[in-house]
């Protein structure tokens, strides 16, 4: 099983601020199957990123994926008050699929 | 565009059973394996397992091994994850998901709260 590791676990930033999120896997995956979901309370996980740097549909160009092998990162360019939520990085090329632990991005 | 529709909430009682729907739609049903995840409240996401779409393969988390059960029915697109004995534990909402071109989609989620 490939374990996720996100770190920081919490993330306190200002509005306008740069984040930026890690994932590290503990066995290289394909780029082509890790995601990044935000999650609110209550909600549903939200596909940001697929493909480690696709956005996907709807998803406003200040979110960004990156990285290859073990190492992925998640940047917000600029935080809006909506950004602040809880962020998942999944794989989803080896069975079973995995989930990190999750990165919350909370106020300052 | 894929679609995956699930059955409503369900209140259970410790020691039950819970089956719960996910109708697939926009895409090639016999295409893709459909994967059950489930997230307890405050918790992080976790993977029970998957099923092939004609029904004949499926693959439990050892965690889940002997508990859930996993079909499919072709002729209405539709998926099951049947969850036994159950416990508070057990309570989550509970997800079908699939990857189809390297794109993750997610049904709607179902609420499972299991209390006496």
């Known amino acids: 099983e490939i374990v996720l590791m996100q770190s920081p676990g919490t993330l306190s930033l200002s509005p306008g601020e740069r984040a930026t999120l890690s994932c590290r896997a503990s066995q290289s995956i394909s780029s082509s199957y890790l995601a990044w979901y935000q999650q609110k309370p209550g909600q549903t996980p939200r596909l940001l990123i697929y493909g480690a740097s696709s956005r996907a549909t709807g998803i406003p160009d200040r979110f960004s994926g990156s990285g290859s092998g073990t190492d992925f990162t998640l940047t917000i360019s600029r935080l809006e008050p909506e950004d602040f939520a809880v962020y998942y990085c999944?794989?989803?090329?080896?069975?079973?699929?995995?989930f990190g632990q999750g990165t919350k991005v909370e106020i300052k | 565009q894929v679609q995956l529709v699930q059955s409503g909430a369900e209140v259970k009682k410790p020691g039950a059973s819970v089956k719960v729907s996910c109708k697939a739609s926009?895409?090639?049903?016999?295409?893709?394996?459909m994967h059950w995840v489930r997230q307890a409240p405050g918790q992080g996401v976790e993977w029970m397992g998957m099923v092939s779409p004609s029904g004949d393969t499926t693959h439990y988390a050892q965690t889940f091994q002997g508990r859930v059960t996993m079909t499919s029915d072709t002729s209405t697109s539709t998926v099951y994850m049947e969850l036994n004995s159950l416990r508070s534990e057990d309570t989550a909402a509970y997800y079908c998901t699939l990857d189809r071109r390297f794109v993750p989609y997610w049904g709607q989620g179902t609420l499972v709260t299991v209390s006496s």
């Open positions: 999944q794989q989803y090329g080896n069975s079973p699929w995995t």
């Open positions: 926009g895409y090639i049903f016999n295409n893709y394996y």
